[in-house]
């Protein structure tokens, strides 16, 4: 789903629920009622009926599975996921949940490949509180990528090539000077010397 947001456009954050508590379910998509930013696409008590679901859809921003459940538990359904990317959409974050606590359980959640773990009872706001973190820490890491992007197609379009040695030096001096204008007008004290420590060179050999 598309919201207007200020006269720009933003979709909608999906989550998708598994769990055998009904009550835990209406109380996670009340909370998400009074919010604009997310929406449920599917909540089953059923572990077997939700991964038919599942298979249905495009894409799921976050998955909260419960790991004990009558017919497939938590762990397995993880794992059929994992295993079987091809069946399914993407899943951009996937959190574990259960009352048990113990080393065996957070060991079986993380070889699972579950991205985090959430101890019942919670606040359903706690839930969503993750939730907005990791989507800024997603955003954070595209932003990341897309500079990194950028700044291999300007040393491509000024015909540097990427097999001299000084090519990596370029980049490195581009990336921090991006993320540090104070380095533009200390070029040869502060820039050259924080490369050649990286690459554990000199500055004279950075220069």
């Not at 009904?22 to 909370?31: A, F, P």
């Not at 370029?170 to 070029?187: E, K, M």
Request: hydrophobic share 35%; aromatic share 8%; with cysteine.
């Amino acid at each position: 789903m598309i919201i207007a947001t200020g006269g720009a456009y933003m979709k909608k954050k999906s989550i998708f629920i598994i769990n055998e508590s009904q009550k835990l379910i209406e109380d996670i998509k009340e909370e998400v009622q009074r919010r604009d930013d997310i929406e449920i696409c599917g909540a089953y008590t059923s572990s077997k009926e939700a991964l038919l679901r599942i298979k249905q859809l495009n894409h799921i921003d976050m998955l909260v599975v419960e790991l004990v459940l009558p017919d497939l538990d938590g762990y397995e359904i993880i794992r059929e996921i994992k295993e079987n990317k091809d069946s399914y959409p993407k899943i951009e974050i996937i959190v574990a949940q259960s009352a048990l606590v113990n080393a065996s359980v957070l060991e079986m959640v993380n070889k699972s490949g579950a991205n985090l773990f959430l101890q019942k009872p919670y606040k359903i706001q706690s839930l969503f509180n993750m939730f907005n973190s990791l989507n800024e820490d997603s955003k954070s890491n595209k932003e990341e990528i897309d500079l990194e992007k950028r700044i291999t197609k300007i040393l491509h379009d000024v015909g540097i090539p990427a097999h001299i040695k000084g090519y990596s030096y370029l980049r490195t001096a581009i990336y921090c000077s991006y993320n540090n204008n104070d380095y533009i007008g200390q070029v040869t004290k502060v820039l050259y010397p924080e490369i050649a420590k990286k690459y554990k060179t000199t500055g004279s050999r950075v220069e």
